[in-house]
T-cell receptor, first 119, second 114 residues
């Protein structure tokens, strides 16, 4: 079974600075997706960034980027120029790539990292 | 935003009473999921559905049942609620043909069992 581990329960960053959230995962599969979801106090789960395992290039979305190390099974999230609105819980998640037939594609979450942003 | 509506959004009930949470989608997505979120545990899968009347258990399915009689609706039932089922419940949907792997989430339903 796949597992996702976020070793930092809480992190803090100064506004405008850069912060990196860590995530490691365990799987025997070679084809999968990795995600970072953000959950602000409103509780809404918001997709921040996605990485397909077959792509070597690290995904980026504006101020958010990942460092995907497939061999090491590591998937960290870097937030540049941190803003007050970045304060939230961040969840790393794993999902097997879809296969036809039967039940597939369940999202497996880490326990989350609570990010605080200091003004 | 994906059209996912959860109801009720908040509910307080007593131990031993039945509770049903509803998830309604307007996206015609095939896959639907129920997760629960608890401090220190992240989100854990309760049950999921891969089509009408096709459901299966997730990681924490004990004490829960589900039904999906229409594509758009996925119901989660607690036959006899217990205090350990106090949690925030999230519904999610996905369409495998999109090949993006992403799940879209509802806004969550907070359930308190006294």
């Amino acid at each position: 079974a796949q597992t996702v581990t976020q070793s930092q329960p809480e992190m803090s960053v100064q506004e405008a600075e850069t912060v990196t959230l860590s995530c490691t995962y365990d799987t025997s599969e070679s084809d999968y997706y990795l995600f970072w979801y953000k959950q602000p106090p409103s509780r809404q789960m918001i997709l921040v960034i996605r990485q397909e395992a077959y792509k070597q290039q690290n995904a980026t979305e504006n101020r958010f980027s990942v460092n995907f190390q497939k061999a090491a099974k590591s998937f960290s999230l870097k937030i540049s120029d941190s803003q007050l609105g970045d304060a939230a819980m961040y969840f790393c998640a794993y999902r097997s790539r879809f296969r036809y037939g039967g039940s597939q594609g369940n999202l497996i979450f880490g326990k989350g990292t609570k990010l605080s942003v200091k003004p | 935003d994906a059209g996912i509506t959860q109801s009720p959004r908040h509910k307080v009930t007593e131990t031993g009473t039945p509770v049903t949470l509803r998830c309604h989608q307007t996206e015609n997505h095939r896959y639907m999921y129920w997760y629960r979120q608890d401090p220190g545990h992240g989100l854990r899968l309760i049950h999921y559905s891969y089509g009408v009347k096709d459901t299966d258990k997730g990681e924490v399915s004990d004490g829960y049942s589900v039904s999906r009689s229409k594509t758009e609706d996925f119901l989660l039932t607690l036959e006899s609620a217990t205090s350990s089922q106090t949690s925030v419940y999230f519904c999610a949907i996905s369409e495998h043909r999109a090949y993006t792997g992403e799940l879209f989430f509802g806004e969550g339903s907070r359930l308190t069992v006294l």
